[in-house]
C-alpha cells in the first residue's frame, strides 16, 4: 500500500536552504476552505435528527410514566418502542421466577395465549431462562432457543431478536421484552433498548407496587409448598364428626296419655312443676260419664228389685222359679255397667303414676281440646335422671355405634361442654321439628353440669370412626356427585 502527501494549498512549499526569504508582507484574512461550507450543510441535518430523536425519547418516556394501568403501559411499550429502537415487532412478558408469559405485542389489540406465534415465544424465552438467565440484555439470532423440531422460526420474518429485562431495585426480574427485527443490533440500539427497558421497569413498579410484585416471584413456590402440605394433610387420621341439635331430655319418663275419647276441661298443674304420686294432673270433661254412671246405677237397683221379687215368688210359683237364673244375669250385667262407668269416671281425672315434674307445652293448648284414646298429653319425669336426645339429619348421618362419645354444647353455657356417650340409636329416620327425616340418637350425660335441667338445647357434637382428613372434608361433594352423576 502507497500513502502518498497531499501539500496543503494553503501551506506555501518549503524554501531550499540558502535561498533568498523575501520578506514578509501583511496579509489580509486567510481565505475560508472551500469545503466548510459543505460541512455546514451535512451536520445541520444530522444534528437535527438527533434533536428529534432525543424529543422522541424524552415523549415516549413521559408517557410510560403517566400510563394509568398495566395494560396500557404494555400496549405503548409493545407499540411506541419499535420507532426509537428501529425494530420491527415488539413481544412484552411478565412473569414469576420461572414461567413468563407474553402480555402485549405489537400492532395486537388483544393477545391470544393459545395463538401458536405466542407459545413459540413464551417457549423461546423460557429456552433463553433456562441456558443464560434472563437477569442481563441477550440478543441472538434465529433459530438460537427454539424448542427442538420447530418450525415457527421459520416463518417468522425477523432473525434477529434482543431481550431486555424488566426488573425491580433489588434485581429481581419480572418481566422484559423481546425486540425482533431484519438486521444486527448495533451498540446505539442496543443502548436505547436498555435505557427504554428501565424506564418501562420503573413505570410498571410504580403502578403494581414492589411488594406484589416481589410477592409474584415467590407465589409459585408457596403454592407448591401448599399443594404438599394439602396432599400430606389430606391423609392424616382424624375422627368423623357431625353437628346436630340436641335437648336435655328425661330417662324413662311416665307419659301422661288420654285413657278415653274425651274433652280435657282442665289442666291442673303447671309445665315443669313438681308433682306427687296420685296427684291430679288433667281433669276432663264428665258429664256424660257422670250421666251414664247414673243410668247404669239405676239400672242396678231395678235389676236387684226384680231379683227380690222372682226370688220370693219363686217359692210358691215354679214358673218365677225358671226365672230366677235370668233375673240375676241381668242383674250382673246391670253391675257390670256400672262398674265400668264408674271406672271410666274414675279415668277421666288422671293422676300421676310417680314422683316428679310435669312436662309439657302449655295449659292453652290443651283446654277444651278434643283427645283420642292413648294421645299422648304430658310426661312425668325423675329431674335428677336427664341424657341427651339428638336428632341427625339424614343428610348428615355418620356410622355411629353405641359407645361414642359426644359433646354437646347448650345454649345456657355454651362455654362449658357437656360429655356424654352413646347409648343407642334409631334403626329408621323419622320426621322431627321442622318437618325433617332425621336418625334419633340418645346419649348417657357423664356429669351433667350444674344448672342442667330438662328442656335445653343446643348443639351437640357426636364422634364416629376415625377417617382420612381428605374423606372428612370432601365427603358430602362426593356423595352429592354419586347421587347426581352416578361417579
Not at 248 to 272: C, E, F, R
Request: aromatic letters at 6%; hydrophobic letters at 45%.
Amino acid at each position: 500500500m502507497e500513502f502518498k502527501i497531499t501539500p496543503n494549498p494553503d501551506q506555501p512549499p518549503p524554501q531550499q536552504l540558502g535561498a533568498a526569504q523575501p520578506l514578509p508582507q501583511r496579509a489580509g484574512p486567510p481565505p475560508r476552505p472551500a469545503g466548510n461550507a459543505n460541512a455546514k450543510g451535512q451536520a445541520q441535518p444530522a444534528a437535527d435528527a438527533n434533536a428529534k430523536a432525543m424529543d422522541l425519547l424524552l415523549k415516549v418516556e413521559a408517557e410510560a410514566r403517566q400510563a394509568e394501568t398495566v395494560g396500557e403501559l404494555a400496549f405503548l411499550i409493545a407499540n411506541e418502542t419499535m420507532r426509537l429502537t428501529r425494530c420491527r415487532q415488539v413481544f412484552v412478558l411478565q412473569g414469576r421466577s420461572d414461567v413468563y408469559t407474553v402480555r402485549a405485542a405489537s400492532s395486537i389489540g388483544a393477545v391470544d395465549r393459545n395463538a401458536p406465534r405466542i407459545r413459540w415465544v413464551e417457549a423461546v424465552i423460557a429456552d433463553l431462562q433456562k441456558h443464560k438467565g434472563l437477569k442481563s440484555p441477550n440478543a441472538f439470532t434465529l433459530p438460537a432457543h427454539c424448542p427442538p423440531d420447530d418450525t415457527e422460526h421459520k416463518s417468522f420474518p425477523y432473525r434477529f431478536m434482543n431481550w431486555q429485562q424488566f426488573a425491580l431495585r433489588d434485581g429481581k426480574v419480572f418481566g422484559g421484552m423481546l425486540l425482533a427485527r431484519e438486521t444486527t443490533w448495533s451498540e446505539i440500539d442496543t443502548l436505547i433498548s436498555r435505557r427504554l427497558a428501565d424506564t418501562y421497569a420503573h413505570a410498571w413498579a410504580a403502578l403494581t407496587g414492589e411488594r406484589k410484585l416481589r410477592r409474584r416471584l415467590k407465589i409459585k413456590p408457596l403454592l407448591a409448598a401448599a399443594a404438599i402440605a394439602t396432599i400430606a394433610l389430606a391423609f392424616v387420621p382424624v375422627p368423623m364428626t357431625v353437628l346436630a341439635p340436641a335437648a336435655v331430655s328425661p330417662i324413662g319418663p311416665a307419659v301422661i296419655a288420654a285413657p278415653l275419647d274425651g274433652v280435657i276441661d282442665a289442666i291442673l298443674v303447671n309445665p315443669d312443676q313438681r308433682v306427687a304420686k296420685g296427684e291430679r294432673l288433667v281433669q276432663m270433661s264428665d258429664v256424660v260419664l257422670r250421666n251414664e254412671l247414673a243410668i247404669a246405677e239405676q239400672d242396678v237397683r231395678v235389676a236387684q228389685a226384680k231379683l227380690m221379687q222372682v226370688t220370693q215368688g219363686a217359692v210358691s210359683d215354679p214358673r218365677l222359679r225358671a226365672e230366677l237364673a235370668v233375673t240375676r244375669s241381668e242383674l250382673a250385667v246391670a253391675s257390670a255397667k256400672r262398674d265400668y262407668a264408674r271406672d271410666m269416671l274414675e279415668r277421666s281425672d288422671i293422676r300421676s303414676p310417680a314422683d316428679g315434674v310435669a312436662i309439657y307445652t302449655d295449659k292453652r293448648d290443651w283446654i277444651g281440646r278434643p283427645v283420642t284414646t292413648g294421645e299422648r298429653i304430658m310426661e312425668v319425669a325423675d329431674p335428677s335422671r336427664m341424657q341427651l336426645r339428638i336428632d341427625v339429619p339424614v343428610a348428615d348421618a355418620i356410622a355411629v355405634a353405641p359407645g361414642a362419645s359426644v359433646r354437646a354444647f347448650l345454649d345456657s353455657d355454651p362455654l362449658r361442654p357437656a360429655k356424654a356417650t352413646v347409648v343407642s340409636a334409631s334403626f329408621e329416620a323419622r320426621m322431627v321439628e321442622g318437618d325433617k327425616l332425621a336418625y334419633r340418637i340418645y346419649a348417657e350425660l357423664e356429669e351433667p353440669p350444674q344448672g342442667m335441667r330438662l328442656g335445653i338445647r343446643g348443639t351437640a357434637q357426636i364422634y364416629g370412626d376415625r377417617v382420612f382428613l381428605g374423606y372428612y372434608l370432601f365427603r358430602k361433594p362426593i356423595a352429592l356427585m354419586r347421587q347426581k352423576f352416578g361417579l
